[in-house]
């Protein structure tokens, strides 16, 4: 696994062994960053279900200013420490070894401008976490929400004030942008 561009441009990092934890296709974490790219700088990225912290270590590399990881499982908390340190991004990292839901409380009266939500496919609950990120004010004027999930998964127009503006498919994934609606 390697980080596709920016300062860290083809370095490789680690991504947890196994199968619970199903790192972004490097075709498709690229997509996401092509949709992103006039949003990145200097942007707040929480990177929840980190696994190898592979999207937040991505946003870095292209101007993010900083990145908080979220994941419960301890082999990828291990990955993601040690993807951190070898990037050298310490002062821009924050790792919460909690779960999603937990990391949601614990960030209450902070905001962020970039959201990527990946849980493993089978668990995913997405439109709850969507909205208790609008609820508990997570979320800056002009974030974007991307949910990572399997394709034959349906997901509304609408999330609270969230609106879905993009959505791309790639073999059994899809990828769905979500912008607060303006009115």
């Known amino acids: 696994m390697r980080i596709i561009a920016g300062k860290f441009r083809s ?3 680690e991504a947890p062994r196994g199968t619970d934890t199903r790192p972004t ?3 498709v974490r690229e997509s996401v960053f ?4 006039n949003d990145i700088v200097d942007a707040s990225f929480l990177d929840l279900y980190a ?3 592979a999207n937040g270590l991505e946003a ?3 101007g993010a200013k900083r990145a908080v990881f979220v994941d419960k499982d301890r082999q990828a908390q291990r990955v993601i420490q040690k993807n951190i340190e070898s990037l050298d991004v310490m002062d821009q990292a924050t790792l919460l070894r909690v779960s999603a839901k937990q990391a949601l409380d614990i960030l209450v009266g902070q905001s ?3 959201v990527y939500l990946d849980p493993p496919y089978k668990k995913q609950e997405n439109v709850w976490i969507i909205k208790q990120l609008v609820e508990k004010e997570l979320l800056n004027s002009n974030s974007i929400i991307m949910i ?3 394709r034959a998964d349906r997901y509304p127009e609408k999330i609270e004030d969230q609106k879905l503006w993009k959505k791309k498919e790639y073999g059994r ?3 769905l942008f979500y912008r607060k609606e303006i009115i």
């Not at 092509?34 to 790219?37: D, N, T």
């Open 11 to 13: 370095r490789v990092i």
């Open 51 to 53: 696994g190898s912290g």
């Open 25 to 27: 296709l490097d075709q």
């Open 60 to 62: 870095l590399s292209r």
């Open 112 to 114: 962020f401008d970039l």
């Open 34 to 37: 092509s949709i992103l790219m």
């Open 148 to 150: 990572e999930a399997d």
């Open 173 to 175: 994934s899809q990828l």
